[in-house]
């Protein structure tokens, strides 16, 4: 079953803020959000992950709300090149623990 | 950051032959590693755990006599599809966590596999 509920697709003007949603109402206390992305015909990349606080690297920004039911990632200013598709993946810590994914977002970022 | 490399990126082979994949972890050690599928339009599927010098885990539903994974060597494990047929042509990809336990999981580029 899927621990995670994502729009099927949206749609970002090159320069202006990608804001993905992720609903995860059945989290656990020690369970993870991933965020990981899939440029068409590659493996995936990892984006970003977070607990309870919210995070920020080089790529994106992962907001989670304070109940931790569900999260959004931003990229803050899109460019063609993040036309993707974005998981957003529920785990528990630890490096046995396999990766779930859903069916994702497809972004797609337009001129 | 961390790099797993897959071999070779697309295949192509007969119907009936059998065709090996390989997956390494280029600058890290990864006792364990995973095998994903992944159709057309579709998610990646989670086709089995390899864990190294033990028997793979497979996910239900997956043939582990038709999907046979090798992990012998930190750094490098193999996912052979045996007999292949048509309907086992996909995008297979694997991915690996470094031991020193960096959170994010590092996949390969994939490989495409054809059957004809």
């Known amino acids: 079953d899927a621990k995670t509920t994502q729009p099927p697709s949206m749609d970002c003007a090159e320069g202006r803020a990608a804001n993905l949603p992720c609903n995860h109402s059945t989290i656990s206390g020690n369970e993870y959000v991933y965020w990981y992305r899939q440029i068409h015909s590659q493996g995936p990349q990892y984006i970003i992950h977070?607990?309870?606080n919210n995070e920020t690297n080089e790529m994106a920004s992962l907001i989670i709300t304070e109940d931790r039911k569900s999260s959004t990632l931003i990229l803050p200013h899109a460019t063609l090149r993040d036309t993707a598709v974005y998981y957003c993946i529920v785990q528990e810590g630890g490096t046995a623990s396999k990766l779930t994914f859903g069916t994702g977002t497809r972004l797609q970022v337009t001129l | 950051g961390a790099v797993v490399s897959q071999h070779p990126s697309r295949v192509i082979c007969k119907s009936g032959t059998s065709v090996k994949i390989e997956c390494r972890s280029l600058?890290?050690?990864?006792?364990?590693m995973f095998w994903y599928r992944q159709f057309p339009k579709q998610s990646l599927m989670l086709m089995a755990t390899?864990?190294?010098?033990?028997?793979?885990?497979?996910e239900q539903g997956v043939e582990k006599d038709k999907f046979l994974i090798n992990h012998a060597s930190l750094t490098l494990s193999t996912l052979t599809v045996t007999s292949a047929h048509p309907e086992d042509s996909s995008f297979y990809i694997c991915?690996?966590?470094?031991?020193?336990?960096?959170?994010?999981?590092?996949f390969g580029q994939g490989t495409r596999l054809t059957v004809v």
């Open positions: 977070g607990l309870k």
């Open positions: 390899s864990n190294e010098g033990s028997k793979a885990t497979y």
């Open positions: 991915s690996a966590r470094d031991l020193q336990f960096t959170p994010e999981a590092f």
């Open positions: 600058d890290f050690q990864a006792t364990t």
